[in-house]
C-alpha cells in the first residue's frame, strides 16, 4: 500500500486462540495462563465477601472456562 513493505507476524489469533509460525499452540497456553493469574487476582480481592462455596464455584467459571476453551481444537495439519 504505497510502497509500504508488510511484515509477517509470528503469532495470529482466530477465534481467540493463539497460534505461532510453527502452528503450536504455545502462544495460547502463555496467553490463556497470563489471563487466569489476572483473573485469581481480581477474585483475591473478593475472597473475604464471599463464603468458600460461592468463592469455589466462581473460580471454577472462570478460571476453567478459560482452560477448556477450544479444547477440541484439532491442531493436525497434514498435507
Known amino acids: 500500500m504505497g510502497g509500504s513493505v508488510l511484515q509477517p507476524s509470528t503469532v495470529v ?3 481467540g486462540v493463539y497460534i505461532d509460525d510453527h502452528l503450536s499452540i504455545e502462544a ?3 496467553h ?5 493469574f ?4 481480581r477474585i483475591r480481592q473478593l ?3 464471599l463464603d468458600y462455596d460461592t ?9 476453567l472456562s478459560r482452560l477448556d476453551y477450544c479444547n477440541s481444537l ?4 497434514r498435507p
Request: net charge positive.
Open 13 to 15: 489469533r482466530n477465534l
Open 55 to 63: 468463592l469455589y464455584t466462581f473460580i471454577r467459571a472462570l478460571i
Open 47 to 49: 475472597r473475604r465477601h
Open 32 to 36: 490463556c495462563a497470563k489471563t487466569c
Open 74 to 77: 484439532d491442531m493436525d495439519v
Open 38 to 41: 489476572f483473573h485469581l487476582r
Open 28 to 30: 495460547n497456553a502463555r
